[in-house]
Structure formats: C-alpha cells, structure tokens
C-alpha cells in the first residue's frame, strides 16, 4: 500500500509540474505572434482539411509528343541536390508494395510506384495520377478509367491497361501478398468485376453502389511484365518476392524515385526516376532533386541528434521538444509547422484469441489469460485505470490530446460524443474487476481459480514515447494490483508476433487511419480482416474452435451496410455506432493522440506542409534553392 500511495503522490507532483511548464509554454506561445504559433498551438480543434498557411493551383494535363504529362503545382525549380530524412526502427522488411504490411515499408516502397488515384493532401479530393480522366455512370456502379497515353515504366516499356487488369484482377483480388486492400474492396460480399476495354482503358464494375471505392484506385499498379513471373509461381514465392536481399537493379518503377542504394540498418539512396510523367511550367520533367536519402536511424532520440548534428534536413518533433525548438528557430536554418492532430491512433490491445493452432493443436494464448482478455469487466477496467491525462502531460510534454475513440482526432467522421471520454478513477476500475469475478489477497489481483493476474506487455524498442507510455500503463495497472511485465523489442519481431505467431499477451501500438473514410479501416474491424488484432485468424486455425463474439457480428454488419450506403448522414450514424461499439467493449484501448509537429531546412523550397500529406507529400517538386 505503501508503494502505491507512493506512485499516486508522485504522479500528482509530476502532474502539478507538467501544468506549470504548460502555462508557462503557452503564455510564451501567445506572446509571439510572428509567425501565428499562439493560435496554432493551442488549437486541438483543427478542421481536418485545412492547408497549414499554404494555397496551391489546380492540378492540369498537358499532352506534349502524345505522351499525357501531369503539371507540377508547385513554382518552377531548380535541379539538382539531395533531400535526407530519416526512419526509425530496423528499416523496411519488404521493397513490395502488396507484400507490406507495416508503415515504414509501405512509405518507403511507395515512393516508387504511384495508382491509378491519389488523395489531394491539400483538398482531400481523390485526383487522377496514372489515370488522366474518370467516367461514373449513372448506375453509379461502374467506372470507365482512362489512362494517361506515353507513360513508361522506368525500365522503358509503356504502362498500359495490362498492368492496370494485372494488379487488381491477379495480384489484389487473387490474395497475393497482404490482402488489406482487397478485404477493403468487398461491397455485398463480391469483389467489383476488372475488365479491360483497350490498350489505355480498363472499366471496373461494384456489385452495388460502393461509397468507398474511388479511395481503393488509390493502390500502387504493379508492372506486368516483372510481377507476373512471381504470381506465376504462386503466392508462398509471392511473400519472398522484392524482399530487402533484391538486387535492386530489377526494381521497376513508376514513382518519382527509384532505388539506388540500400545498406540495411544505415540507409537508402533513391535517385531520379528520368521516365516520371509530371512536369513543370517549362515542360522540364521532375523531380527536382537529383537523390532522396533516409537514414534508418534506430531510435527517436538518435532522430533528434541526426537532424541537430545537420545530417538530416527535416524530422518530426516530440512535444518535450517543442518549446526547446521554437525558441532556436528564430536564428536557425529551419521551420517548424504544426499540422494538428496525428491519424494515428495510439493504443493497448489485448490478445482474446481463443482458436487453436490446427497443426499442433496448441492455443495461441494462455487459456488462462484468453479467460482474463475475454472478460468485458477486466477490459473495462484496464480503459478506466489507465491515466491518459499523465500520458499526454508527460510522454507528450502536453502537445497533444487524449485519445478514446477508434476514428482519429482529425476525422470527419469522428464521434464527437466517445471522443470526450473520461477521466482515470481506479475505484471503478477495482469495482469492475470485482464485477468480473476477480478478487484481492495482499494487494495483487487473482482471478476466481486464484491465478495471480500477470500478463506480458510488448511494444516495437526504439519509440522512445513508446517506451516511456508502456512504463506509465505498467505502474497505472500496479495500483490496481496486476503485475505487467513491460518488454519493448525489436519492430519486425513485433509485427511477426502480431501477424504470423499470434504468440503475444498484450501490445502497444499505432495504426494510420484514413481521416477522410473509415472504410480505410475495414481490414481492422471485420471479423476476418488481416488486421483484426484483438482476435485475429489465421490459416493455421482449428475452425472448430473459432468463435464470433457478438460485437463482431455488429461491427462486420456496420461496415458492409456503411460501405454501400450513399446518403452521407446515414453514413456518419453508422460510423458513429461503430465508435460507440468499440468504446463500451474495449476490445482496443485508445490512449492519445500527439499533434504533428514538423521541422524542415529553410533551403528546400516548394515546401507545402499540409495535414494530411505532411512535409514530403509533394517530393518530386521539391527543389533546393541555389
């Protein structure tokens, strides 16, 4: 009791001192109004698609030589020069687009190959990208897509509506590779119908009308000519296919960059791709940079001293730093920008996975601890106990908010009612964990076979915040007298964990979500979808043990019913209903949400920071002043 008294003044001290440093930060945020950072600051409540202080033109073709040219929005640069970020963690575990399953390799195997679509990061409008022109018909069912004509791969050869049938028809809809797009894709139950309609046309059907389905044009098109060989082989070589061990001159690419330099555990080196199809007002093709460095850098604080040690131009600033490098901006060679509230959603998931392993006929989890993560009292009292107002006040420094609900802070969807949630109390923490049958001897927690209640809790080493959030939620559930044994490791054995051995008892972790359309999310709320943590299936299962538990069943009813209806407000009531389900069961508990606080070098002009595309969203116009 001692001890806990102890943690609980402590905590109080730390709380009253994290108050003060804000008032003070915030009383200095208001006194310089120069670049407008009071208002920006203080505002949690960011409209989602406003541009951080920036306008652009609209986006134009231009046909030169027959080849359908896109023009860059940015002003005219100049050529040449090197832009060097960086990465946490070990680096990408894959150079496959429809392989990744993780963020970092998404990000950096995506700079190389562009969709059909992409998602405007200053308007949020779905824009053509490899497609010049989109035609729906009335039976607002069907899609006539129309490529841009002369556009090559950067080996040479023409991209056509090959490679377009290829990559939906064989790759996504055949299950190569992650399927996460292609779960996202079914409408009714049925995947829309791919055809091709002649050599820059390709036509795509939906059972139903389908909401969603522009946002899923959006995926990387694969180039036919390389690709096929690996589905040809079938989808266990398909896993393997442009692993990281590739001899990177078979990279064939579409994107801006195409990757020169890969040296595991330091850093890549994209250069220029010379066959790109945007250009400038002087019909010059980009990108402006000559090379695209990342370091992989291991940890955030090695992040920090890699951009103060000038080795790197931009990075992500956490909220303990902010003040710090607000106050060196003013005679530095960099900007911050503030782009408001992430879209990741932060949090703890327990593993409720009750199926066996049907080649060995072993549990994936402990029964023990199945009957603990299974039980609604004990993940209710695990959201009541955790203190997200110290986890923003001191992992946070204060620049961010708490986080209750799966829709992220900037989401048009969010659920403005979850999202308020609630304070700690661990006194209605204790009384659910009574309610759920667990009882108290010596200040520890047993469960009604007197097991002690004592569970691993895993997160990826290196995210310093990270780290620091699972310490705090080990001494939060302390006081409620569970014994957790915190264990941050290595990120690509955390994702294997999660995605192969379903081997783990409880993780801290992010996902990215799409503020835009919670479909986006569909592969992590539908029962079967690759991405369904808190009790995810696998090819290995036993289907006699598999279980549906009545929420599922819900939350699988509201996103096919969300995904083909078309009247907006019956969308976000829908949408709303979801947020509620996971809010009152728990099955993912949301913790925060930082602001995005972003630094660049001021020499790297066409700069437009913007929330939803971040810093580098527009990499190819990029140019460094001279």
């Not at 841009?148 to 064989?170: A, C, H, M, P, Q």
């Not at 079938?234 to 801006?256: A, M, Q």
């Not at 790197?312 to 960099?334: F, H, Q």
């Not at 403005?416 to 309610?435: S, T």
């Amino acid at each position: 009791m001692k001890i806990v008294l102890k943690s609980i003044i402590m905590k109080k001290i730390l709380y009253i001192l994290s108050i003060i440093f804000g008032i003070i930060f915030l009383l200095a945020l208001f006194i310089r109004k120069d670049k407008g950072y009071s208002e920006v600051y203080t505002n949690l409540n960011l409209r989602p698609l406003d541009v951080v202080g920036f306008s652009v033109k609209e986006p134009v073709n231009k046909t030169l030589n027959g080849t359908d040219y896109l023009v860059s929005r940015g002003e005219k640069g100049q050529f040449g020069g090197n832009l060097i970020s960086s990465t946490i963690g070990e680096g990408p575990k894959t150079f496959n687009p429809f392989n990744s399953n993780d963020a970092t390799s998404s990000t950096l195997s995506g700079i190389m190959y562009d969709g059909l679509f992409y998602t405007d990061p200053y308007t949020g409008e779905i824009r053509p990208r490899l497609a010049k022109s989109l035609e729906i018909l009335p039976d607002k069912k069907t899609y006539i897509v129309k490529l841009r004509k002369g556009l090559k791969w950067s080996d040479g050869k023409e991209i056509t509506s090959d490679d377009v049938y290829f990559t939906y028809n064989t790759i996504i809809f055949g299950g190569y590779g992650d399927t996460s797009t292609r779960d996202s894709m079914y409408a009714a139950g049925k995947l829309p119908e791919v055809e091709k309609l002649d050599k820059y046309t390709v036509k795509f059907t939906t059972p139903v009308p389908f909401a969603p389905f522009l946002r899923n044009l959006t995926a990387s098109i694969a180039p036919m000519h390389v690709y096929k060989k690996a589905t040809d082989k079938g989808k266990d070589y398909f896993r393997t296919f442009h692993s990281t061990d590739i001899n990177l001159k078979d990279l064939v690419v579409s994107g801006p960059f195409i990757l020169q330099e890969y040296i595991p555990a330091q850093r890549l080196v994209y250069k220029r791709n010379p066959n790109y199809y945007v250009i400038d007002e002087d019909n010059r093709k980009l990108p402006y940079l000559d090379t695209y460095t990342v370091l992989i850098v291991g940890d955030l604080n090695n992040d920090i001293i890699k951009f103060e040690a000038k080795e790197t131009d931009t990075t992500t600033i956490s909220g303990a730093l902010v003040p710090k490098y607000r106050e060196l901006e003013k005679k530095s060679d960099y900007t911050l920008y503030n782009l408001g509230a992430t879209t990741n959603t932060s949090f703890i998931v327990f593993n409720m996975n009750t199926r066996k392993n049907k080649t060995n006929g072993k549990y994936y989890v402990d029964p023990i601890k199945q009957k603990w993560f299974n039980n609604f009292y004990f993940r209710s009292a695990i959201d009541w106990a955790i203190d997200r107002d110290n986890l923003v006040l001191n992992v946070l420094s204060g620049i961010g908010t708490p986080l209750y609900t799966a829709e992220g802070i900037p989401s048009i969807f969010l659920n403005k009612k979850v999202a308020k949630g609630h304070k700690q109390d661990l006194n209605k923490a204790r009384e659910l964990l009574i309610k759920g049958g667990f009882h108290y001897k010596d200040n520890c927690l047993y469960d009604e076979d007197n097991n002690r209640v004592e569970f691993e809790l895993l997160t990826n080493a290196g995210n310093t915040q990270r780290e620091a959030t699972g310490v705090s939620i080990k001494e939060d559930l302390a006081n409620l007298g569970i014994k957790v044994n915190f264990k941050p490791i290595e990120f690509n054995s955390l994702v294997n964990k999660l995605s192969n051995t379903l081997d783990w008892d409880s993780i801290i972790i992010a996902l990215t979500g799409n503020p835009l359309e919670p479909h986006s999310g569909y592969n992590v709320w539908k029962s079967d979808g690759a991405l369904h943590l808190f009790n995810q299936r696998s090819e290995n299962d036993d289907k006699t043990t598999d279980k549906i538990l009545p929420f599922e069943k819900e939350l699988n009813e509201i996103f096919d019913r969300a995904a083909i209806e078309i009247d907006d407000k019956k969308r976000h009531e829908l949408y709303n209903q979801y947020q509620e389900i996971i809010a009152y069961n728990n099955p993912i508990i949301y913790l925060y949400s930082p602001l995005n606080i972003v630094a660049i070098r001021n020499k790297f002009k066409n700069v437009f920071p913007t929330p939803l595309g971040g810093v580098l969203h527009n990499l190819e116009e990029i140019y460094i002043e001279k």
